[in-house]
């Protein structure tokens, strides 16, 4: 029979063991959970050539077309108005500024803006998460869309520019995701591509795009290097 100031410290002993054993998988399930979120993360990672998931992709497509849908409504809505497209501001966040857009009788919120409440009513979306590289939104009136046979209405003196929206650099499977909504097979290459001039209320010759295929109103195309998105809110 084991004394009882033995049985004492065996039972001290297997309780500390216990502790241990208690601790360890407590410390085991800590490293898992943050291998597993370390992998899921890799889905979602917005710098880099990483791809996201489809799922996501798929997601952020959907919500670039949505916002393009709504600025292009509240600009046909503005223009109800009787305003002119050279008018219409698509200021935000200090940039984009449209000096020819001036509501005298409401300038602390003129009719023509259209991230305004008074005015489209479009609150400014910034690209989904892991879209692209977090470039934002840019939008520019010289640029028009051109098709294979005519390829010189970026020189040839007429104010025949669109003004588009674009999102720059997206990734492969969100670009792809949205042509497939657009029923435009892959990520067609293009011949040119967007000016970096913003648009604040005049139109100017200076760049094209060209798809061998389009011409697109809307598409998402290689320049070479990067995924280009543009959707056409004023056809010229």
Known sequence: M??????????????????????????????L????????????????????????????ATEIMDFSQRVERAISKIRSKGISESDISLEHDGN?????????????????????????RVTVLTPPEGANDGTGWHFTGATCIEDSSNTTCETDGISNEEIL???????????????????ITGIPAATGTYSATAFTGSFADDSEIIIATGPYDTACYSDGTNNQFYFTLIKR
Do not use: H, W
């Open 96 to 120: 984009f500024i449209n000096t020819n857009c001036n509501d005298a009788a409401d300038t602390e919120f003129p009719d023509c803006q259209v991230f305004n409440a008074s005015g489209g």
């Open 165 to 183: 929206m674009i999102l720059p650099n997206l990734r492969d499977n969100v670009c792809s995701f949205i042509n497939k909504k657009l029923n």
């Open 33 to 60: 959970f943050a291998a597993v979120s370390y992998v899921m993360s890799r889905g979602f990672r917005t710098t880099g050539t990483d791809q996201i998931s489809d799922r996501r992709a798929e997601l952020a």
């Open 2 to 31: 084991i004394p009882k100031n033995k049985r004492k410290a065996l039972t001290a002993r297997n309780r500390t063991k216990e502790a241990g054993n208690v601790f360890l998988f407590i410390l085991l399930g800590i490293v």
